[in-house]
């Protein structure tokens, strides 16, 4: 339903212009178009041949969703929990993408050892491996605490993914390793486009406590007692997160959006469309 309400089209075609390389012969079968004829093979074979070409361009949509223990946290005024809606938006997207006739691949930060990352592939059996696989997961494990765990989430994109594939991550961006903007900014590089979402809680995004509150961190388990006098500055230091985050990732030509989970799925899913656009 999601999808329905959002345009087929989750990123912009690199099918054209630079990057398309002369890719061999073929024997010219009627119906071919004649712009392709090569008509110096035409003399020196005597018989009809058409060039064919190849580019470097990839369409595949590659999701990454953060199913840490931090995106199990559900506010009062949240439909669901993090992961929950972030596992939504991405199953629309992979909708998006495989009905624009694009292959999908999915892969976590965190989370169950049941669900498994689900290889690049197109049609219908691939949507429903995204499914099983975001169904299947749970919020568990800690990102900063779990050495190698953005190595299991972005290598893979790193070295696969090729020119006009296109990379978008769910995921709070909170206690991630402190090298993971720049990780995520690399990808951005060699005509990949690249989306990160930060996808908080309504609790996350505003602080509304008024009164003595102890918190409980998902990840790390510390313990903090505090009051509303503190909003102000813990506003100030998500908000110097953001800029960090968006700094460095514009910087290197990817996009940075942030969402709360009591948005509309539609309305999102149509924003991470048009940033790619």
Known sequence: MVAEG?????????????????????????????????????????????????????????????????????????????LAWASLVAAALARVAIRSGDPVGLGFIGGSKDARPVPVSGGREAFERVLDALEAQSAEGDALAT????????????????????????????????????????????????????????????????????????????????????RERYLAALAELQEAWRRTLVGRGASFVTMTTDRDPVSAVRAIVEALL
């Open 147 to 230: 050495e190698g765990a953005l190595d299991r989430a972005f290598g893979a994109i790193a070295r696969a993914a090729r020119r006009g594939s296109v990379v978008v991550v769910l995921s709070d961006l909170l206690d991630l390793p402190p090298e993971a903007p720049e990780r995520l900014a690399a990808i951005a590089t060699r005509g990949r486009a690249v989306v990160v979402v930060q996808t908080l809680d309504p609790d996350e995004a505003t602080f509304p406590f008024t009164e003595t509150v102890r918190l409980k961190a998902l990840e790390g388990g510390a313990t903090v007692e505090t009051d509303d006098a503190a």
């Open 6 to 82: 959002v345009y087929a089209g989750a990123h912009r075609s690199a099918r054209k212009g630079a990057g398309i390389e002369f890719g061999g012969h073929r024997a010219y079968t009627p119906g071919d178009d004649l712009r392709w004829l090569d008509v110096r093979s035409l003399l020196r074979h005597d018989h009809l041949l058409v060039r064919q070409f190849e580019t470097e361009t990839d369409r595949a949509l590659r999701l990454v969703v953060d199913a840490t223990a931090s995106m199990g946290y559900r506010g009062a005024k949240a439909p669901g929990a993090k």
